[in-house]
């Protein structure tokens, strides 16, 4: 007799979590006979993440509309929790999977372990060994790890860190990571901007600067003294502009409206569809970030990044030569970003394209790994980076 397929409840609440579960969600929904997959969202995010929900046609069967302007993680922490319990109650998943490192990741685990439901974590072993670096992203990482039955590791790396903490070897999986699938499925080579402050951006022919802000530990002053760094290169070279999408967090927006208010070529507009954002990086020259995301995605487009962090869960990249951490001090940064614009030797080192973290195919491997799991297919062969 045939068995059934396996009921997988997918969850997820922010914009990065959503971009790359999607290929997830693809995988899973082309495996029907397999896998009845059941996307449910915190919503820990609404307009970011619904923006991403649009682009790859995913309607979450539950949506627990959790946000609200300015919340604490004691509030996303609470109503994503409290609202999960009804969703597992009644869907009675066979395994639910988790994406990452945010506050809906680890609730999200928390509660299935509550209810005894496997939990599988896609994104698994990334570590800084840093209690508050990224905060709280660390510990929801580890919390997660602890939570989990099914570690799904992007690299090799983040496997050896797994097993350094005790997990089981047999119990992880090396996939690679699931944004280069999606960064694949939107770059193009010529692509169209529909905001007219991007396009203008893009149309002036300036060196262009892509900037993006949003960690808790960067908020007030560090925040403020790398925004005072970019005015800086802004006035001192006049064939650069930045081209800046500002999170929603109001932390962050008015920090930076109030930073770059009458600076010359900056372009701050609102957070840009995935497929935009990805090919606004394409089309820019230096990448200058703390987000997690970008320091995978800009590495495989051969932009150089500039991390505003001191430590990072990503370091292939870094030790690969793409990425420099260059922290949040306003000389330090300037510094650094203006030896990128005029050392060519320097910036060419760090353009060369490299893929440490994945090739295109981690969803198929998650979705290999889960069969295996469930005693219904082979192992999947590791993913291993080619440079
Ligand atoms: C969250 C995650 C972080 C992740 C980041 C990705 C936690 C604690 N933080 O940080 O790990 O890297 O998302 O972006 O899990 N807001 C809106 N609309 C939106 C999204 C956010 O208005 O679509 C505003 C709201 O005022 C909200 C605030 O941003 O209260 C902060 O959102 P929150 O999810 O708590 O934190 P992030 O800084 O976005
Ligand atoms: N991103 C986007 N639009 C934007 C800015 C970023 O689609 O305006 C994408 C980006 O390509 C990456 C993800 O959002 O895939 C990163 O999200 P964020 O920096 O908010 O979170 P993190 O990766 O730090 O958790």
Redesign the pocket.
């Known amino acids: 007799m045939k068995e059934r397929p396996i009921r997988a409840l997918i969850v997820f ?5 959503a971009i790359k579960m999607a290929p997830v969600v693809q995988a899973l929904r082309g495996a029907a006979d397999d896998f009845e997959a059941t996307v449910t969202v915190t919503a ?8 991403v929900l649009g682009l790859f046609d995913i309607v979450p069967a539950y949506d627990l509309d959790i ?7 004691f509030e ?1 922490t609470s109503r994503a929790l409290t609202g999960l319990e009804g969703v597992l109650r009644e869907v009675k998943p066979d395994i639910v999977l988790v994406h ?6 680890f609730t999200v685990a928390l509660a299935a372990f509550y209810v005894k439901i496997p939990v599988g974590h896609v994104e698994a072993g990334l570590r800084t060994g840093e209690k508050y670096a ?1 905060f ?2 660390e510990i ?1 990482r580890r919390l997660a790890a602890v939570l989990t039955d099914i570690h799904f590791a992007p690299t090799a790396g983040a496997r050896a860190a797994l097993l350094r903490e005790g997990v089981p070897s047999a119990s992880i999986y090396v996939t690679g990571n699931t944004v280069i699938d999606a960064l694949r499925q939107v770059v193009r080579p010529r692509s169209v901007f529909h905001k007219p402050e991007v396009a203008a951006a893009v149309a002036s022919g300036r060196r262009l600067i892509l900037v993006t802000t ?3 530990e960067n908020w007030g002053e560090p925040l403020d003294s790398v925004y005072r760094a970019l005015r800086r290169v802004l006035v001192a070279c006049p064939d650069v502009a930045v081209v800046f999408p500002v ?6 927006r008015q920090a930076a409206e109030a930073v770059f208010a009458g600076c010359p070529r900056i372009y701050l507009t609102e ?1 840009l569809p995935y497929g935009e954002f990805a090919n606004l990086m394409a089309n820019s020259f230096i990448v200058v970030t703390d ?3 970008l320091q995978e995605e800009a590495p495989a487009l051969g932009k150089p990044v500039l991390v505003l962090r001191e430590v990072t869960e990503r370091p292939e990249a870094v030790d690969a030569g793409t990425v420099m951490l260059v922290g949040t001090g306003e000389d330090r940064v300037f510094t650094a970003v203006k030896r990128l614009l005029d050392e060519p030797a320097l910036y060419e080192r760090m353009a060369a394209a490299v893929n440490p973290y994945g090739d295109g195919r981690a969803a198929e491997r998650v979705k290999a790994a889960l069969l295996h799991y469930f005693g219904r297919g082979p192992r999947p062969a590791d993913f291993y980076a080619v440079n």
């Open positions: 609440g922010t914009r990065p979590e820990q995010h609404r307009e970011m993440l619904d923006q946000m609200q302007e300015g919340q604490s993680l996303v990452g490192d945010t506050t809906t990741t990224p709280p992203e929801n949003h960690r808790r999170h929603k967090n109001p932390r962050v957070p987000s997690g995301g």
